[in-house]
T-cell receptor, first 114, second 116 residues
Framework: DAKTTQPPSMDCAEGRAANLPCNHSTISGNEYVYWYRQIHSQGPQYIIHGLKNNETNEMASLIITEDRKSSTLILPHATLRDTAVYYCIVRVAQRETSGSRLTFGEGTQLTVNP | NAGVMQNPRHLVRRRGQEARLRCSPMKGHSHVYWYRQLPEEGLKFMVYLQKENIIDESGMPKERFSAEFPKEGPSILRIQQVVRGDSAAYFC??????????????FGPGTRLTVT
C-alpha cells in the first residue's frame, strides 16, 4: 500500500470548516483513499473513502486531486466532538483472499477550539 | 443494527495467566480483524479472519497469541502466559463480504488489557 504523509497537528475554530490534507504521491491506479478517526482511546471510526471522484457523506467531504497524489478531508462545520486523530490510509481494493489490513500511520491530531 | 461488540471492555490479568478477548462482528459481516494499540503508540494490524479461516496472521506475535473465528459464536483472541508488555488496547473490526469499492472496516470499542 502507498505511503501517506499528514501534518502531525492542526487547530480549527468551532463552527468553521476543518481541512485536513494528505499526501500520497506514490498512489497506484487501483488504490483507494480511506479516512478514519480515533477519538481519544475509542475505537477508530470510518469516515469516508474514494478512488478518483470527490465524495461526500453525512460526516465529511473528500476532495482528491486530479493526479490523485493528494487529498483533503473536509469537516464542514467542526464541533468540539470532532477533536480526534485523523488517519489517511491508502490501500488496494484487494481480493478477499489476499487480506485487507489497514496500515495506520501517525495521523493528524485535530483540535477544535471553542 | 448493533455495531461491533467486544468484551470484556477491561481485563486485568496477572503475569502468566491467560487472556481471552471476544469480538462479535456487525450483523451480516463475515470478516474480522484484530488490531493492537500499545500505550502512546499507533494501531497495528494483528490478524484477519473469515469464518473458520485465518486469512492473514502476519501481524501476530509468533508465540503465545492465537485467534479464531468459529462457525458459530464470536471471534476470540487468546493470549497465553501474559506478560507486562501485552498491556494494550485490543480493537476488533469487521467488514461485509468483499466488494472492491466498499471495503470499509467498522471498529468495536476495544478491550483494555492490563497485566500486573
Amino acid at each position: 500500500d502507498a505511503k501517506t504523509t499528514q501534518p502531525p497537528s492542526m487547530d480549527c475554530a468551532e463552527g468553521r470548516a476543518a481541512n485536513l490534507p494528505c499526501n500520497h504521491s506514490t498512489i497506484s491506479g487501483n488504490e483507494y483513499v480511506y479516512w478514519y478517526r480515533q477519538i481519544h482511546s475509542q475505537g477508530p471510526q470510518y469516515i469516508i473513502h474514494g478512488l478518483k471522484n470527490n465524495e461526500t457523506n453525512e460526516m465529511a467531504s473528500l476532495i482528491i486531486t486530479e493526479d490523485r497524489k493528494s487529498s483533503t478531508l473536509i469537516l464542514p462545520h467542526a464541533t468540539l466532538r470532532d477533536t480526534a486523530v485523523y488517519y489517511c490510509i491508502v490501500r488496494v481494493a484487494q481480493r478477499e483472499t489476499s487480506g485487507s489490513r489497514l496500515t495506520f500511520g501517525e495521523g493528524t491530531q485535530l483540535t477544535v477550539n471553542p | 443494527n448493533a455495531g461491533v461488540m467486544q468484551n470484556p471492555r477491561h481485563l486485568v490479568r496477572r503475569r502468566g495467566q491467560e487472556a481471552r478477548l471476544r469480538c462479535s462482528p456487525m450483523k451480516g459481516h463475515s470478516h474480522v480483524y484484530w488490531y493492537r494499540q500499545l500505550p502512546e503508540e499507533g494501531l497495528k494490524f494483528m490478524v484477519y479472519l473469515q469464518k473458520e479461516n485465518i486469512i492473514d496472521e502476519s501481524g501476530m506475535p509468533k508465540e503465545r497469541f492465537s485467534a479464531e473465528f468459529p462457525k458459530e459464536g464470536p471471534s476470540i483472541l487468546r493470549i497465553q502466559q501474559v506478560v507486562r508488555g501485552d498491556s494494550a488496547a485490543y480493537f476488533c473490526a469487521s467488514s461485509p463480504p468483499f466488494v472492491a469499492s466498499r471495503n470499509e472496516q467498522y471498529f468495536g470499542p476495544g478491550t483494555r488489557l492490563t497485566v500486573t
